[in-house]
């Protein structure tokens, strides 16, 4: 959401590459921005929303196999939203290898990314057909979105990928190459964050019978949440979730697990992850490996436990607690597939403070 439309009363922490601090408080986690908090809509209930009918392999192990079996899911979906968690240099790894297999640029010609500003869609299309643009005007497209203030996007790990489409494009065709839009709000675009980037796919992908990937943190693409926490929400319900209402069906979410991830200060949980629990399903020992989170035992593991260091709540009594505390949602609830890192793997690139 953006900064402009913050309210101090409810806090909600999104971590791993979600969202947001409502509040002057600095937290070091993976990004955040912010949220605001209004009525509840009528479409905002917590139960899941569909997924769609989208077959993996059980399991693709390595970067490059995993980017192979990632494209082929845009043979049974329009969208696939690949979430990040913030300044990993795994997940820049893996979108890089996505867009620079041929096969990529056959079925897909948009890209909507969270580190790029609607207001500077003009510079970035230069850039990205290859045209002169100098570092200062590059950086205007990370700089002048709501998230600019707490430097996440500085990490160089996005101008790297935003680098690698421009190189692909360099040795296409012009009617044949892939343009990146920015999707959030820049300055004067009063949308909220998720309304600006659903906008986005609606008027240039999906109205046009394209498709897309989608790159956001992935606290952006949970299907299912808490009562407590959509009730804070407003009407930032989850991309994927609004992208639901009027295309059901479309979205294919794909979401970062394991690593080693710190919470705010103040922060408890009540469950840590057994990442063993995962190691011993898994038939490969390569990490990272893709897997789909429809299939036993991943299905039925609590968020809990495997996103509960993701996303906290921090008003009312008892300080900051996992929106996912008491919960029973499940991972198969929350998205369609995971990229499973390990559970010892960490960012090379740290996030920054975010407030």
């Not at 600019?148 to 790990?157: E, I, R, T």
């Not at 012009?174 to 609606?202: C, W, Y």
Request: net charge positive.
């Amino acid at each position: 959401m953006s900064f402009r439309s913050v309210a101090a009363k409810n806090v909600v922490l999104r971590i791993v590459g979600v969202m947001t601090v409502a509040g002057a408080a600095i937290f070091a986690v993976s990004v955040t921005n912010e949220f605001s908090l209004g009525a509840q809509s009528p479409k905002t209930a917590a139960n899941p929303v569909a997924p769609p009918k989208v077959r993996l392999p059980d399991e693709t192990a390595g970067i490059d196999g995993i980017a192979r079996t990632l494209i082929s899911a845009f043979d049974q979906a329009d969208i696939v939203a690949l979430g990040e968690t913030h300044q990993w240099r795994l997940d820049t790894d893996l979108r890089i290898a996505v867009v620079r297999n041929p096969d990529f640029a056959r079925k897909v010609h948009s890209i909507v990314v969270a580190f790029g500003s609607t207001t500077e869609q003009s510079t970035l299309d230069r850039y990205i057909r290859g045209e002169n643009v100098s570092r200062a005007q590059l950086e205007q497209v990370w700089k002048t979105t709501t998230q600019a203030v707490n430097g996440v996007w500085d990490s160089p790990v996005y101008a790297e990928f935003l680098a690698a489409v421009r190189d692909v494009n360099s040795r296409l065709p012009a009617d044949a190459r892939i343009r990146v839009f920015g999707g959030d709000p820049g300055p004067g675009d009063n949308r909220s964050r998720e309304t600006a980037a659903v906008s986005v796919l609606k008027e240039q992908v999906l109205q046009k019978q394209g498709k897309a990937l989608l790159i956001y943190g992935a606290g952006h693409f949970y299907r299912t949440m808490t009562k407590e926490y959509l009730s804070s929400a407003g009407g930032d319900i989850g991309i994927v979730r609004m992208l639901e209402i009027d295309y059901p069906g479309r979205t294919f979410a794909v979401i970062p697990m394991g690593g080693r991830l710190d919470i705010p200060p103040g922060a408890t949980v009540r469950i840590e992850p057994d990442y063993r629990k995962f190691d011993r399903a898994l038939k490969t020992q390569v990490r990272p490996v893709l897997v789909s989170l429809q299939r036993l035992p991943f299905r039925d593991f609590t968020a809990e436990e495997f996103l509960g260091r993701t996303i906290f709540h921090c008003g009312g009594p008892g300080g900051c607690k996992s929106v996912f505390q008491g919960s029973d949602i499940t991972l198969g609830q929350i998205a369609d597939a995971c990229v499973y890192v390990g559970g010892g793997a960490d960012a090379d690139t740290k996030a920054k403070p975010a407030r």
